[in-house]
């Protein structure tokens, strides 16, 4: 985790601004940094893979929340509940979902309310 900090810190040398621009998560830079982070929580056991069920679109296999009667990517009605391994991570029995360093200044009363409905597992997409 420190060197990948270290790694960050060194790209923005002293009192200099990086250049603008926009980079995607299919950027390779940015795809590099996501699959350094994924390893990393799966070497500390924060993610892991594990069989679950979801559901996808038999037309373009993207997953869609649980109660979505349509595709958001292709609009396809064709949904259908698949098991299949998928990147997970689970909340800690007992910790808080959302922690006092989680929000800056006053507490908000709806993400607190919103934040009581995460599920213990979540699949990052």
């Given at each position: 985790?420190?060197e990948r900090q270290a790694r960050i ?37 924060v993610l892991s893979v594990e069989k679950t069920a ?72």
């Open positions: 985790m420190r810190r060194a790209k923005y040398p002293e009192g200099l601004l990086p250049a603008a621009g926009v980079l995607t998560d299919a950027d390779p830079a940015v795809a590099r940094l996501a699959h350094d982070m994924i390893r990393d929580r799966l070497e500390a056991g979801t559901v996808v679109c038999s037309s373009c296999a993207h997953m869609s929340g649980i109660g979505s009667p349509v595709c958001k990517a292709c609009g396809s009605t064709d949904l259908v509940k698949k098991v299949a391994p998928q990147l997970t991570a689970r909340r800690p029995a007992g910790a808080p979902v959302l922690g006092p360093d989680d929000v800056h200044g006053r507490r908000l009363a709806h993400l607190e309310n919103i934040a009581r409905n995460i599920p213990d597992q979540l699949i990052p997409c």
